[in-house]
């Protein structure tokens, strides 16, 4: 089991950027993979970002180019720069590892680009 704490959410403007941050309460070396993952109503769970144990990073075709996930294994805490932000970006950002085969959550962040 891992805790996992977000926090960068919040509301943005067209173009704008946001950083989040995933801070797990163990080492991330003990997980397969770290991932960011975007909720909207009425839809499910959609991986945007992720980072393998070996450091190999993978993203979504919407947010190639804009997204940047990135870990600091020295604090444990997982990164996604988002940036030229679109409305299509709204959503809530979850922060996922991945452990022996089983998902771990965090609670999820709102993110609001407005114009």
């Known amino acids: 089991q891992v805790h996992l704490v977000e926090s960068g959410g919040g509301r943005v403007e067209p173009g704008g950027s946001l950083t989040l941050s995933c801070v797990a309460s163990r080492p991330l070396a003990t997980s397969e993979q770290m991932a960011w993952y975007r909720q909207v109503p009425g839809k499910e769970r959609d991986i945007v970002a992720s980072i393998t144990h070996d450091g190999i990073k993978g993203y979504v075709g919407a947010v190639k180019g804009r997204f940047a996930i990135s870990r600091d294994i020295a604090t444990n805490t997982v990164y996604l720069q988002m940036n030229d932000l679109t409305s299509e970006d709204t959503g809530i950002y979850f922060c996922?590892?991945?452990?022996?085969?089983?998902?771990?959550w965090g609670q999820g962040l709102q993110v609001t680009v407005y114009s």
């Open positions: 996922n590892a991945l452990i022996g085969g089983q998902f771990n």
